[in-house]
């Protein structure tokens, strides 16, 4: 029986076509594969040199490296982050502009309820945390309490005395303040000024009593003695200062308020980029020099992404916005 053969053009076609689906194939593996492929603007709502913009620099550097393109960073300061955060909610979903924010951008809806035009959860997916600063309770040095106890029994029996320094109305040191106030039930004397380090300054001088502060912002002054901490407000004890208890160890319930620092994208951005970009912040968080990069700023390295980042996320918008509301905290 002859074997009927196959004709020379359609054996070519066949070759052809199977060359084709092989390299179309290819072509999607390693276009998933290929980003970035130009370099990455990495947004920071603060001017050069503050913490945000420390960490970022840091981040974009180990990035750079990991990813082998640029991460340039764009500083875009003012309204309290809100330009920086306009300018990534309105750019391409591509993973070529990106937001390296902080907890303040949770603050955002509450304090700014008619000024913005995006949602800070809708907007962006939260891609990974990368660092942390947990909020400690500091008194000044001539304030007659040893312990959290002593501080609570002190505020307790004098209502609307005890005062609080924070960085200004609407700050992250603010809401730390009211949060752990409404959950104790007290009524401490809210002092705002203009930044952290006249804060310090009172305090270290006896002008203020205490302040919810991040512990970068007086770690020297802790060390050296020149404030008194009484708990840190996070779920574990800081490395940083491992004699500090925490809160819940104090007495002080399960208060927690940690600042952290991290990297959000547009809303849409494609899974294989943000599966990229998030194994590089988490790789950035486990690395020797991100741990000592940021000791030095009073901050520890975290990893929390996906899901349980964009979860956090939601949870502080919630909060943030309920005590801007209850307090009528409004930002100009």
């Known amino acids: 029986m002859l074997k009927q053969k196959m004709p020379m053009a359609t054996v070519y076609q066949a070759l052809i076509a199977i060359t084709l689906v092989a390299s179309g194939a290819a072509h999607a ?42 991460f340039i960073i764009d500083n875009k300061p003012g309204a309290g982050t809100i330009i920086a955060a306009q300018a990534v909610a309105s750019a391409p979903a591509d ?8 907890t303040n951008h949770t603050m955002i809806p509450g304090l700014y ?38 501080y609570l029994a002190k505020a307790r029996a004098e209502p609307g005395r005890v005062t609080a320094g924070t960085a200004g109305v609407g700050s992250s040191g603010h809401f730390a303040t009211e949060v752990f106030a409404r959950a104790q039930g007290l009524q401490l004397n809210h002092v705002p000024y203009k930044g952290a380090a006249p804060v310090v300054t009172d305090l270290m001088g006896g002008q203020l009593d205490s302040s919810f502060a991040t512990l970068g912002s007086v770690l020297p002054q802790i060390k050296s003695g020149k404030l008194r901490a009484l708990a840190v407000g996070a779920p574990q004890r800081s490395a940083l200062v491992p004699d500090l208890p925490t809160f819940a160890e104090a007495g002080g319930g399960n208060y927690a308020a940690d600042v952290w620092y991290g990297v959000l994208a547009p809303a849409g951005l494609p899974e294989p980029v943000a599966q990229a970009l ?12 991100a741990a000592e990069k940021l000791s030095g700023l009073g901050m520890t390295p975290e990893s929390q992404c996906g ?12 909060t943030h916005s309920q005590i801007a ?8």
Request: hydrophobic letters at 50%; one cysteine or more.
């Open 29 to 70: 593996q390693t276009g998933a594969a290929a980003y970035p492929t130009k370099p990455v603007k990495l947004v920071v709502g603060f001017a050069a040199g503050g913490p945000t913009d420390v960490v970022a620099r840091a981040f974009a550097d180990h990035a750079s490296k990991a990813l082998g393109q640029p």
């Open 325 to 332: 509301k209850a307090l009528d905290l409004k930002a100009d």
């Open 307 to 318: 899901a349980p980042f964009a979860a956090r996320v939601a949870r502080e918008v919630a």
């Open 278 to 289: 998030e194994q590089a912040a988490a790789e950035f968080a486990k690395s020797a020099a």
């Open 95 to 102: 993973g070529y502009t990106l937001l390296f924010g902080a």
């Open 113 to 150: 309820q008619n000024r913005v035009k995006f949602d800070a959860v809708k907007s962006f997916r939260p891609l990974c945390t990368v660092a942390s600063s947990p909020t400690v309770l500091v008194v000044a040095p001539g304030l007659p309490v040893k312990t959290l106890a002593d």
